[in-house]
């Protein structure tokens, strides 16, 4: 009877489990809730106050909230400065087009394409909100010019018009953010940086037991990092002190790249080595001490015991090659660790970390240009139809056509992104036809206006917060205002919104087409570009035109982040394509850096021929005499002073990394059409 009674429980059981569980991922959390009341309050107040201001287009000042719908406020406040530099220029601009081409259409639409298409492709080399601005400075000519096309005279209204919308705009979310606790970035940020810190000296110690993890296994670790930059940036406005948190931020997130890529050339490194010597298992010894549990005041100590040992090697003038690599990667290692933990800090507490590093994006040309060309062909193409059909409210669709053609080249995923705004504006014009003819049919009050767009807000900053449907909330939440045309007094003309909502839905549908049949970047293409922008950066760092060794590594991270997305195939061909790009970016790193070092050394007399023929190797791409430049180099510092020794140091060991790298890979190397080899 017991089992009777216990089987019959069980079921029940896994009934309410299941249903707690689909409740648990459908109904959002309270952040979520948090986050789409801020944004509904900001947009009302905003709306509120354009109503009172009576500034035309009101509703462009709850869509400028919209748009700046960040869940943490850095992010918000880094995108309303760019979205106010980029309006401005943006105003500028059509105030100067239209005194130029006012009277003639044709040079008006060919001059916008031009710079929408300019904007677009200087967007694709910035990062984060620089790009959107920089992307909005170009439709929003598109807003203010060709929405004056047939009014040239009230192009300087229009533009002052829209500044002051977007300034309400962000006056609005940037109080509210404030007023109600919106959370920081820096604290989000922060438990991801120790996460990440934790799995490096993971990283760092498998490594030490097992010896090379391997291309994959450092791609994946890559990819924890690499995303953290954004946010990096987005800091600095936070606080009195947030360029401080910021530049800890970059500085350890430019570390814990140097701490995977020294940690793996030393383990690789030591396996070369038979009997390893005293000091490499002194070094070796403290990087798993690094790596298990590092200490602020022992770091200090055992970066200057391994200053030591490296000095003690070079003075020697006959330790082995490895050995130098060794040490040197070790006390890389530890330097690394030390910025990476005072990065961390920095961002705690706020004090001025111990370097600010940049940390650059890779930006392939032929994309960058095929993004601007989509973008002002799909304009062109559209401009040029919907003139030639006499189209009512044609300016209204260009508007459109523009702005999400412009937003969808600033996103990771172009087709995507169309996809959601197909979705996103069919919802926005039902929602928008459904609040202002069905609930808002005749009711002139604001409270009842700010009742009937609630729902449709929260459910689109709903849909925004979810990754896989990000698009199509931020695609309801903007354009449902734009739509909805809120207006005091409010208009009920049928036809226009019909009209409206017919044009966005076929600029959407314009986009979709576009962006899969108009230049398309395949990843084979993808990985094609990279390689070749990869090839042509080594070229330049094997002749001494490498830049600074943090920036390189920070850069070569990147490009290794990007490329690893590209990736496509099998699992061994992918294995195989990124161990060969890890190749490249190993030895551009290490030409850029043995160049800078070799400039250094080449004042002193000593070592002068020594480091030309250094020079001379990494230019000829020849393995064997980078490895006895490297030897000569060592043997000529052996007697001058501590400095130049430890300089000497640096040098060897990348020459040597330099010398083994191109030794594994020459075949492949000899592949990518470079001339010396």
Known sequence: MAEAAASAVRPSGSIVDR??????????????????????????????????????????????????????????????????????????????????FGQDRVLLFVTFTAWLG???????????????????????????????????QGTFDAAVSRVAVIVLGIVAITFINDALASPSTWRTLLPQLRNAWDGTRAYARETLAEGDLGATRTAA????????????????????????????????????????????????????????????????????????????????????????????????????????????????????????????????????PLRDASLPTHRDFPVALRGALRVALAFAVTAATFVALGLPQASFALVQVAATAALSSVTPDPKKFANGVVIGMTMAATFAGIARFALLNGVQGFPMLAMVMAPVIFFGCFLSLNPKTFGIGFIVIVFFPVLLGPSNPQTYDALTFLLNAFLVIVAAVILSIVVRLLLPVTPAQQRVFALDSARRTLADALVGEGGDATTRTSLNADRLFQFAGYSSGSSAVRRASLSHAFALARLEAAAARAHAELRRLSAVGALRDATARARAGLAAGDDRALETAACDLIRAASRQDRHVRLTTARAASDLISAARTIARHRRFLHRLDIALF
């Open 19 to 100: 249903a707690v569980n689909v409740l648990d991922a459908w109904v959002p959390r309270p952040a979520a809730w948090a986050f789409a009341l801020r944004i509904w309050i900001a947009m009302m107040l905003a709306l509120a106050a354009a109503f009172w201001l009576q500034l035309d287009s009101a509703s462009s000042a709850a869509t400028c909230v919209a748009i700046l719908a960040q869940p943490k406020r850095g992010q918000a406040i880094s995108k309303a400065i760019y979205r106010l530099l980029g309006t401005l220029i943006g105003a500028a601009v059509s105030i100067v087009v239209m005194a130029l």
């Open 118 to 152: 300019l904007c677009v492709f200087v967007a694709q080399y910035l990062q984060d909100t620089r790009a959107y601005g920089a992307m909005l400075s170009g439709y929003t000519v598109a807003i203010i010019a060709l929405g004056q096309i047939d009014d040239p």
């Open 221 to 352: 670790l890559i990819r924890t990092i690499a995303p953290m930059r954004a946010d990096a940036s987005a800091i600095a406005g936070e606080l009195d002190d947030g360029r401080l948190r910021a530049a800890g931020a970059r500085s350890c997130i430019a570390a814990l790249y140097v701490m995977a890529a020294s940690v793996r050339t030393a383990a690789a490194a030591a396996a070369h080595l038979r009997n390893p010597s005293p000091a490499v298992t002194e070094a070796l010894a403290i990087c798993r001490r690094v790596a298990d549990a590092p200490d602020r005041e022992a770091l200090d100590q055992d970066d200057e015991r391994l200053r030591d040992l490296v000095d003690a090697a070079i003075r020697d003038g006959d330790r082995p090659l490895d050995e130098v690599v060794v040490l040197q990667r070790a006390l890389d290692f530890v330097c690394a660790a030390t910025f990476a933990q005072d990065g961390i800090r920095a961002v705690a507490d706020g004090h001025a």
